[in-house]
């Protein structure tokens, strides 16, 4: 490197690594050319009759169907509540755990063992479990899909705390910062970790509301999936299938958004 | 070292035992009241019931066999794609898209399209885990691939490295403590999806005994297999992890991998 190039703070500019490719990058939208010529391969070329491969046009048909009958938009709509607000609270209750649990010098010991128990536990066997316990309705699949997301918060805050750089928690000390302003350097500091562990939290929050839908027959996308399955409906399944895959896409596009704005107004250097 | 070591083990006990004891107290003393919630004493018996008549063992061999071939074949399959779609810009950019959107897609909705193929078999407990599994490791392999250092590559011209060698003595080993997080991710989510394709149709293993307790209304039992799917995830994991330090000292702690 020559000495007139600036230093920048950037993570990478710290460690000067020069690196073989930039992964980082966006994969540009030409990629998504396979997928459009095997969906139109698949439409010319496929069987009209088939019931394992149904046409991608019988799909549009199909899902129009399925909002003829009225059942479309109020599924997305409950998946999607479920989903939002399993993320807030997740997102609560996680950085507050883990800012507590951070704090704490003895924990990182005494909980581990606990803590990576629980997270390796399947959310998929919860779903029967949470069913039998609080029977099927919505808070059942609020505790659920929190219960299954709330670990990447909790971890990664906890993780940013007990990470925090020296100088800081100095600070904290010899400021002798207490209540709001203590917990709000903490937060501060700790803002990148969080974003980290929703970005990781949003998907399977998804994925767990559509599940606890599937299994237990709640109202929502995930239900829907359930009966065009079980009526043998392959095309509603494949259509279906796209919708969830929208709603998965819309989330990370919403999730990345918000992490980029706050980010930018919090600045990038902690 | 040891006696400090004995400690820290012990206090890690304290928190878990805590924890069942206050569930076992809360609903002894009618605390917290849910018909179906099993106390940790009847679950404990439950466990000794079924690991006496054998179901256990059974069910719980069945599906981590299943997860573990499930992993072993998106392994084997994920790093060389990874590696392929890493090594070339052109594939990077013609087929990376691709690949995230078909890892994005929610693999519960996958799971009656595979239905709806395979019907109600192994092979569909086998194609959904594998499927889940594959993602993380392509992904990780490629970053890993990419974030390989320019400096490295340099040493590779100068010594004349053929392509092959390049890739087994450069590329693959810096590349390796990425690929050993996305084999990670990669067995949790195929144990799961194997849980998950057991609870949704085919009639074996932990998944379809936990389902099956549900709808006989034996809660204690139904928690029994939780506790078991909980201790084999942890074992696994424990597994992987002692067995990649062995392999490479740098494992990632941080879950950087979203899917």
């Known amino acids: 490197m020559t000495t007139r190039t600036p230093i920048s703070l950037t993570k990478s500019g710290i460690r000067g690594n020069r690196r073989h490719h930039d992964g980082k990058g966006v994969a540009p939208m030409i990629g998504l050319l396979p997928i459009a010529i095997l969906l139109v391969i698949w439409q010319f070329l496929g069987n009209p009759h088939s019931v394992f491969f149904p046409l991608p046009s019988h799909w549009w048909t199909a899902i129009q169907g399925v909002e003829q009958q009225g059942n479309l938009w109020s599924s997305i709509l409950a998946t999607s509540l479920t989903f939002i607000e399993s993320i807030i609270v997740a997102a609560l209750i996680g950085t507050s755990l883990g800012i507590a649990l951070g704090s704490i010098r003895w924990g990182g010991k005494a909980l581990d063992p606990l803590l990576d128990f629980l997270r390796n536990l399947p959310a998929a066997a919860l779903v029967p479990a949470a069913a039998i316990v609080l029977g099927t309705n919505t808070k059942m699949a609020l505790v659920i899909v929190v219960l299954s997301s709330i670990w990447p918060i909790l971890l990664n805050t906890r993780a940013e705390i007990q990470n925090l750089s020296p100088v800081l928690s100095s600070s904290i000390i010899n400021l002798r910062l207490s209540g709001w302003h203590r917990l709000s350097v903490m937060i501060g500091s700790a803002l990148p970790g969080i974003l980290l562990g929703i970005r990781v939290a949003a998907p399977l929050a998804l994925i767990v509301t559509l599940l606890a839908e599937f299994i237990t027959n709640l109202s ?42 706050v980010l930018r107004r919090h600045g990038p250097s902690t | 070292m040891a006696p400090h070591r004995r400690r820290s083990k012990l206090i890690g006990w304290i928190a878990p035992v805590t924890m069942v004891v206050i569930w076992q107290l809360s609903i002894v003393t009618g605390l917290i009241r849910f018909r179906y919630f099993p106390t940790p004493v009847s679950v404990a018996e439950a466990l000794q019931t079924l690991i006496s008549s054998g179901a256990l063992l059974e069910n719980t061999a069945h599906t981590v066999l299943v997860a573990l071939l499930a992993w072993v074949i998106a392994g084997v399959l994920g790093i060389c794609l990874g590696l392929v779609i890493g090594l070339s810009v052109p594939i990077w950019k013609g087929i990376m898209a691709s690949v995230d959107v078909l890892r994005s897609l ?8 595979g239905v709806i193929i395979f019907g109600f078999t192994l092979k569909l407990e086998i194609v959904i885990a594998t499927y889940a599994a594959i993602w993380p490791i392509i992904v990780n392999t490629v970053s890993g691939v990419h974030q390989t250092r320019t400096e490295l590559l340099d040493v590779g011209n100068m010594l004349r490295m053929s392509r092959w060698e390049r890739m087994r003595k450069l590329i693959f080993p810096s590349s390796l403590p990425l690929i050993l997080v996305g084999l990670r991710l990669g067995l949790g989510l195929s144990l799961v999806l194997t849980v998950v394709s057991e609870i949704v149709g085919t009639p074996q293993g932990i998944g379809y005994a936990l389902i099956s307790a549900e709808q006989a209304l034996h809660p204690s039992e139904m928690f029994a297999y939780i506790v078991t799917v909980g201790i084999v995830g942890y074992l696994l994991n424990s597994i992987f992890l002692y067995s990649a330090q062995a392999l490479s000292p740098v494992e990632r702690s941080r879950e950087s991998n979203p899917s």
């Open chain 1, 220 to 261: 929502g996308v995930g239900a829907l999936i359930l009966s065009a399955q079980q009526n043998f409906n392959s095309a509603e399944v494949y259509a279906l299938l796209v919708v969830a895959g929208l709603l998965a896409l819309a989330v990370n596009s919403l999730v990345s958004a918000i992490e980029a704005s």
């Open chain 2, 106 to 113: 929610p693999i519960i909705a996958l799971i009656p399209v």
